[in-house]
């Protein structure tokens, strides 16, 4: 599948955000902690959350699709197997099923999970392991697979080297039902992760300090059910703040989304010149005229998005003078700039965590490949604003986060097939 872009479309009107990817991915493990249903909404309809559903499916257990974007997820075997290899090939947050089934089941048996290539080799797992052997769990490694046992789970202090996402959602879900307290530090603070710990409160945990760089997890003997409502998607809804900022259309509102969540890319906006309106759940960008250059470097939260940083970079290929865009994060998330330059941006490789993009540059379409989910977007934005056809194949890693956006990019007035 690919999608056939004819650039240059004046594009206006509004947009919507789904749920977040990276919210719902973290759900579907929940069902190992508790016996009772747990009703999801606004659930997104991405292809990572299919491969999550199926992981469940695969394992015996119930996910029911009740209406548009509301599952129900529950525990119906006490059977404990392997975690599906073939579905843990294909998306790293298959990762988040490990420390839940090390509670439930007190042995894991799993291969290294797959996923964006973008990190160090094949994304290492180093901080999860350490996190579950200072909690008791023995771990055993051969080739690529790994197993995991633990005949009792219990507290304890862990310090992340490098702030980490799933990590600390993995063991935070992990302490949730381990004996005695568990203390995470250096944790990261996304809003997906104070969601997570919200729910799990509801649903009887104890957890304080989610969203502060200290989470403390007091672990409870049993969860119950409940429902879930999942956040608005804060990467989706700064992609088409930023493909709006670089459209020279008419307005485009962003609707269904948390600014409060993006305050990163609004400072950014200020110094590039880009006008907008934040509202409590949408945001108006009036596309204008001489862009301005700015730097970024990638943060945790609440800094700058890493999973924002290529659609900035085609953002920058439109504005006035060089901007030094250093990605801090991963190691091979600006190999993708090569694509735009192909296109006919003007981007020097520094090294490999940093681009000089000079502008203004006229983009001219052609064929390419989505190399990963947020690089495959940011080539979209590329093709939207380029003159001309841009080809871009291997779609399937754009549908892995974002919901028909093909669909929903039609309804701005942009031109775009999918063949
Ligand atoms: N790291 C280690 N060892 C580990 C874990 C992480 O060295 O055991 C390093 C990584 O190599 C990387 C850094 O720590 O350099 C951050 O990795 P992190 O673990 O935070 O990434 P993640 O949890 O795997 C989540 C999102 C990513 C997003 C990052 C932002 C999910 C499922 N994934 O990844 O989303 O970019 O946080 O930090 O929540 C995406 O949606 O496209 C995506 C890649």
Same mark, same amino acid.
């Given at each position: ?9 004046? *594009?206006?009107?509004?947009? $919507?955000?789904? /749920?977040?990817?990276?919210? @719902? ?15 999801? %909404? ?34 119906? %075997? ?6 599906? $290899? ?24 799993? #291969?290294?999970?797959? /996923? ?16 579950? *052997? ?8 051969? &080739? ?9 789970? !219990? ?76 956040? #608005? ?10 493909? @709006? ?59 700058? @998005? ?17 901007? =030094? ?8 998330? =600006?190999?993708?700039?090569?694509? *735009? ?16 993009? %000079?502008? #203004?540059?006229? !983009? ?5 490949? %989505? ?19 841009? &080809? ?10 974002? $919901?028909?956006?093909?669909?929903? !990019? ?10």
């Amino acid at each position: 599948m690919k999608f056939v872009i004819q650039g240059g479309e004046k *594009l206006e009107g509004e947009i $919507e955000v789904m /749920g977040a990817k990276n919210a @719902a991915l973290k759900i579907f493990p929940i069902v190992f902690l508790t016996d009772e249903k747990i009703r999801v %909404s606004n659930v997104p309809d991405i292809e990572d959350c299919s491969r999550a559903e199926e992981m469940l499916l695969a394992m015996g257990h119930e996910v029911k699709k009740v209406g548009k974007g509301i599952v129900e997820i529950q525990r119906k %075997s006490n059977k404990c197997v392997d975690l599906p $290899e073939d579905l843990m090939n294909k998306f790293r947050a298959s990762l988040m099923f490990v420390g839940p089934m090390l509670v439930s089941c007190g042995e894991v048996n799993f #291969p290294h999970p797959g /996923g964006c290539v973008i990190g160090a080799g094949t994304r290492p797992i180093d901080f999860f392991l350490d996190g579950f *052997l200072k909690m008791g769990a023995k771990v055993r490694i051969s &080739e690529n697979r790994y197993r995991i046992t633990a005949k009792k789970l !219990l507290g304890a202090e862990i310090f992340f080297p490098k702030i980490t996402v799933t990590g600390t959602e993995s063991l935070m879900m992990t302490a949730v039902k381990a004996y005695g307290t568990t203390v995470l530090k250096n944790a990261a603070m996304e809003p997906e992760i104070t969601a997570l710990a919200d729910f799990l409160n509801s649903i009887g945990a104890k957890i304080e300090g989610a969203g502060t760089p200290t989470i403390k997890i007091q672990g409870v003997k049993k969860l119950g059910g409940g429902e879930y409502g999942i956040i #608005p998607d804060r990467i989706e809804a700064g992609t088409f703040a930023i493909l @709006a900022a670089a459209s020279k259309g008419g307005p485009i509102t962003v609707k269904n989304c948390d600014p409060s969540h993006l305050e990163a890319l609004w400072s950014l906006f200020d110094r590039i010149g880009v006008k907008y309106k934040l509202g409590n759940t949408e945001i108006k960008i009036f596309p204008g005229r001489g862009l301005k250059s700015s730097d970024v470097a990638t943060h945790e939260y609440p800094g700058f @998005a890493t999973d924002l940083q290529q659609p900035y970079t085609v953002l920058m290929t439109q504005a006035k003078g060089s901007s =030094l865009v250093h990605e801090a994060i991963y190691d091979r998330r =600006l190999l993708f700039a090569d694509s *735009l330059t192909q296109m006919g941006a003007n981007i020097i490789m520094a090294d490999p965590h940093r681009i000089v993009v %000079s502008g #203004p540059t006229k !983009l001219h379409g052609r064929k390419l490949i %989505s190399p990963d989910l947020r690089a495959g977007i940011a080539l979209v934005l590329a093709g939207l604003v380029a003159e001309g056809k841009t &080809e871009i194949d291997n779609i399937y890693q754009i549908d892995r986060g974002y $919901e028909k956006v093909d669909e929903r !990019l039609k309804g701005l007035g942009a031109d775009i097939k999918r063949v």
